[in-house]
């Protein structure tokens, strides 16, 4: 999506324009035969795929992203209707930043990027999928896989090996027990957010998540 972004953003918006009036004409429908033809891959091209990703996020359940065991995206529809989908204006400063910038964009193992291209005073954000709170609050599944206990474990030894490149590191995780431990060495500072979703904002339960560096 971000590639498509900078390298045609105008293509993208086009598509983006046809999609937002598809839906708008019957939007159950499009909705679920648009989440189709994107775990089909019916199509190929990149910019395609965008426009079919930013569609389903904006008219999806709560922006919500998920998967199943097959890797394929299971969110249902958001129940919205005279929907605004592209954000034209928003979309080519994007596109003017990823360029301007010279930001470099991959999919990947987060370690093969980290150890294979941290240097000494780098600064590296890292936001995981968060260790659940709770025995029902266990959603991990970005991916097919989700994000276990022991993947957990494997980011925290990461973590340090930063630490020890001196590298300037910040994670963000859940307040949990596991993570107090993982991180302990660590500066801790506990901050208010409300992340569990509603469709109604003021529903939101608040919670304490925590910011976790290797710097004062």
């Given at each position: 999506?971000?590639?498509?972004?900078?390298?045609?953003?105008?293509?993208?918006?086009?598509?983006?324009?046809?999609?937002?009036?598809g839906y708008?004409?019957?939007?159950?429908?499009?909705?679920?035969?648009?989440?189709?033809?994107?775990?089909?891959?019916?199509?190929?091209?990149?910019?395609?795929?965008?426009?079919?990703?930013?569609?389903?996020?904006?008219?999806?359940?709560?922006?919500?992203y998920r998967?199943?065991?097959?890797?394929?995206?299971?969110?249902?529809?958001?129940?919205?209707?005279?929907?605004?989908?592209?954000?034209?204006?928003?979309?080519?400063?994007?596109?003017?930043?990823?360029?301007?910038?010279?930001?470099?964009?991959?999919?990947?193992?987060?370690?093969?990027?980290?150890?294979?291209?941290?240097?000494?005073?780098?600064?590296?954000?890292?936001?995981?999928?968060?260790?659940?709170?709770?025995?029902?609050?266990?959603?991990?599944?970005?991916?097919?896989?989700?994000?276990?206990?022991?993947?957990?474990?494997?980011?925290?030894?990461?973590?340090?090996q930063l630490?020890?490149?001196?590298?300037?590191?910040?994670?963000?995780?859940?307040?949990?027990?596991?993570?107090?431990?993982?991180?302990?060495?660590?500066?801790?500072?506990?901050?208010?957010?409300?992340?569990?979703?509603?469709?109604?904002?003021?529903?939101?339960?608040?919670?304490?998540?925590?910011?976790?560096?290797?710097?004062?």
């Amino acid at each position: 999506m971000y590639l498509a972004a900078k390298d045609d953003v105008e293509k993208l918006i086009k598509l983006l324009t046809q999609h937002e009036i598809g839906y708008n004409q019957a939007p159950e429908g499009y909705y679920y035969k648009l989440r189709s033809c994107y775990n089909l891959r019916a199509s190929c091209d990149k910019i395609e795929r965008a426009a079919q990703f930013i569609t389903l996020n904006r008219t999806g359940f709560n922006g919500l992203y998920r998967v199943n065991r097959k890797g394929e995206f299971n969110v249902p529809w958001g129940k919205y209707i005279n929907l605004s989908i592209c954000d034209s204006n928003n979309l080519r400063n994007v596109s003017h930043t990823l360029h301007s910038n010279k930001a470099t964009i991959k999919a990947c193992d987060y370690r093969e990027m980290l150890l294979e291209n941290a240097r000494e005073g780098d600064f590296i954000y890292l936001d995981p999928p968060y260790n659940p709170v709770s025995s029902t609050a266990y959603f991990t599944n970005y991916t097919y896989d989700g994000f276990s206990y022991n993947d957990q474990k494997k980011l925290a030894e990461i973590y340090k090996q930063l630490d020890e490149m001196k590298c300037n590191v910040m994670l963000t995780n859940s307040n949990t027990p596991l993570v107090r431990e993982l991180y302990a060495p660590f500066v801790i500072t506990e901050v208010n957010s409300k992340r569990v979703i509603n469709c109604n904002a003021e529903k939101r339960e608040g919670h304490t998540d925590l910011i976790i560096r290797n710097y004062s």
